[in-house]
């Protein structure tokens, strides 16, 4: 079994920062892959950042140069550094992990924790 537990969700305005952490339990982080996945109202699912297995870090082009994915390995956690917010970046964020790479689409990932909301405004 493997555990995920989102935090750091809030409200901002548009330009600042925020992290999000999301808290392991069940497996090592060298045993799979996690990153972060974001929902908007009345969008689907849709890829945010993520380590690779051999530890190499992927983002969305939305996000490439304004978010950072980072670990801890001692805490068991990964956290998501997200700069330059804008409002096109409110959705619930998920935490997500699996065994095994392959394409970053939720279908692919087999554990998930339940989500923390952020909103940017204007």
């Known amino acids: 079994q493997v555990q995920l537990v989102e935090s750091g969700g809030g409200l901002v305005q548009a330009g600042d920062s925020l992290t999000l952490s999301c808290a392991a339990s069940?497996?090592?982080?060298?045993?799979?892959?996690m990153g972060w996945f974001r929902q908007a109202p009345g969008r689907e699912r849709d890829f945010v950042a993520t380590f690779s297995r051999n530890g190499n870090t992927y983002y969305a082009d939305s996000v490439k140069g304004r978010f950072t994915i980072s670990r801890d390995n001692a805490k068991n956690t990964v956290y998501l550094q997200m700069n330059s917010l804008k409002p096109e970046d409110t959705a619930v964020y998920y935490c997500a992990a699996r065994r095994a790479g392959g394409a970053f689409l939720p279908s692919q990932y087999e554990y998930w924790g339940q989500g923390t909301q952020v909103t940017v405004s204007s």
């Open positions: 069940g497996r090592t982080f060298s045993d799979g892959e």
